[in-house]
């Protein structure tokens, strides 16, 4: 059986893992669910798939990784970046993925939509990763069909680099109709149920879900905080950034 244990706010790195290798998902953005009741099997495949947040795996994601039983299941782990780096995301992920018991066979580095400043790696996964994911993919079924458990090589370091303050809080336009999505969709909880208008800064990882799926655009980004941010990514995130493999 092949699982997607996916964390993906905003819908890109959801594309990417559906081109890699398709699977029954479990959704990792699920405030709700009990993921220490999640068991997999050594015949069992998961994509574990995650974005990189400045570099390392979003702390709610490897939260709720850890809690998972891996029993023995072989790994693909895929992290989605918006076309500045991924620094340490692949070595953090794989760490958490041993140490909750899966094996890891293969990983994959793939470009999405940045979720914040969506200038950058826009309309990506396109046809053209699609299409170097799925070939990816073929080659990731090859070696396991081969029975091939062999551990890739990644890039990155240990220690990882210090988490960075994602300081960017959507904010309510007056525009907003409280049909209360954000606040049932939102993966910490950070909005109001009842007054889906206010939100924690706090608990708030800045993953931009709430203004992707708010259906009369309410949910905002400071305009001057945004043009901040792509003026400092825009030296960083030149040209088209392609898809890695490691086998």
């Known amino acids: 059986m ?4 996916l964390f993906s706010p905003t819908g890109g790195t959801a594309a990417a893992a559906d081109a890699l290798l398709a699977g029954t998902v479990l959704d990792l953005t699920d405030q709700d669910r009990d993921f220490s009741a999640v068991t997999l099997t050594a015949d069992d495949v998961a994509v574990i798939a995650v974005p990189s947040y400045g570099g390392r795996v979003p702390a709610v994601a490897a939260r709720r990784l ?11 782990l895929l992290c ?8 340490d995301t692949l070595v953090e992920l794989a760490d958490l993925a041993e140490a909750a018991g899966f094996r890891v066979v293969a990983a994959v580095a793939a470009l999405a939509e940045h979720s914040i400043a969506r200038k950058f790696a826009a309309g990506r996964p396109d046809d053209a990763d699609k299409a170097v994911l799925a070939e990816f993919g073929a080659r ?11 551990v890739p090589a990644l890039p990155g370091h240990r220690p990882y680099k210090p988490l960075g303050v994602r300081s960017m809080v959507p904010r309510t336009a007056k525009r907003c109709i409280e049909c209360g999505r954000c606040a049932a969709a939102c993966p910490v909880g950070a909005i109001d149920a009842a007054d889906p208008r206010r939100t924690d800064a706090d608990l708030c990882i800045g993953c931009m879900r709430c203004v ?6 309410a949910r905002t980004i400071d305009p001057d905080a945004l043009a901040g941010l792509e003026a400092r990514l825009a030296p960083l995130c030149t040209g088209r950034k392609e898809n890695e493999l490691f086998l």
């Not at 850890?66 to 693909?76: I, L, N, P």
């Not at 992707?212 to 655009?217: D, N, R, T």
């Open 140 to 150: 990731i079924r090859a070696k396991l069909d081969a029975g091939d458990t062999a």
């Open 80 to 87: 989605v970046y918006g076309n500045r780096a991924y620094e």
């Open 2 to 5: 092949v699982y997607q244990l």
């Open 66 to 76: 850890a809690q998972v039983q891996g029993g023995g299941a072989r790994a693909v």
């Open 212 to 217: 992707k799926l708010c259906p009369v655009e």
